[in-house]
């Protein structure tokens, strides 16, 4: 007990209160009084007006600039954000995109992962766990395909991807290998070949199809022409190209 320290009067209107709360006599009452003493002891009690202080500015007062920084607060950075949002591609592919660098796709890895499937087989190889960095750049299924368009659009010199590669590390490699003018037209090529073989993966999961990495080159090329078609123009250099 620590009624030594204990202000005489606020302790006789606590035991007060907390007899009416409790009865007299109950085993209740008493261990009330100790926990309100302990309570009472562990505050530190200033007699002046509260005031309302603003914590993301340091003089406390607000500001539509602080509360504007307050919101990201506790974000996390993505590379290649800027390159994405700058890319020259549908919004729906450029949200595929973010979501594939987040590595939030719904890969067979992914769903065996929350418990939603048993196996995680790649559906284009067949042969290794179909994560994303798997599936876009790494899968022998996606470097023949990489590797045929690279050749093909006489971007030699770039590194071609290989079994062990990450997504997001190959882009932003090759794409400091390309002169300033090419590099937006690359992120775009990036994003539609992503969003192609995205798309074979699901038509070989849910329509039980297969292709030829040929046939998927072939498709890359018509999705060129579409989105070019469409004015997505930072494909133009590549569009000429392929
Ligand atoms: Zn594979």
């Known amino acids: 007990m620590c009624k030594e320290c204990f202000d005489e009067e606020a302790c006789s209107l606590i035991l007060e209160l907390v007899k009416c709360v409790c009865g007299r006599g109950e085993k209740r009452f008493v261990i009330c009084v100790c926990h309100l003493e302990l309570w009472f002891c562990s505050l530190a009690i200033i007699e002046s007006q509260d005031q309302?202080?603003?914590?993301?500015?340091?003089?406390?007062?607000y500001s539509s600039a602080s509360a504007y920084r307050a919101f990201f607060i506790g974000r996390t950075s993505l590379c290649g954000a800027k390159d994405i949002w700058a890319a020259?591609?549908?919004p729906k592919v450029k949200f595929f995109?973010?979501?594939a660098l987040h590595g939030r796709l719904w890969t067979a890895e992914r769903r065996r992962r929350h418990g939603l499937q048993a196996v995680d087989d790649c559906a284009l190889c067949d042969q290794q766990p179909e994560t994303t960095d798997h599936l876009l750049v790494a899968c022998v299924f996606a470097r023949e395909v990489w590797q045929r368009l690279i050749s093909a659009s006489g971007l030699d010199h770039l590194h071609h991807?290989?079994?062990d590669s990450r997504l997001v590390d190959w882009w932003q490699a090759s794409r400091t290998l390309l002169p300033q003018q090419f590099r937006r037209g690359f992120d775009s090529l990036v994003v539609l070949v992503s969003w192609t073989l995205w798309k074979e993966r699901n038509a070989g999961t849910f329509d039980n199809t297969s292709c030829m990495p040929t046939q998927t080159l072939a498709k890359v090329r018509e999705e060129v022409n579409a989105w070019l078609a469409a004015g997505f123009r930072g494909l133009a250099p590549f569009g000429a190209l392929l």
């Open 161 to 163: 991807p290989l079994s």
């Open 52 to 61: 309302l202080l603003w914590r993301w500015t340091t003089n406390g007062h």
């Open 97 to 99: 995109f973010r979501l």
């Open 88 to 90: 020259s591609t549908p």
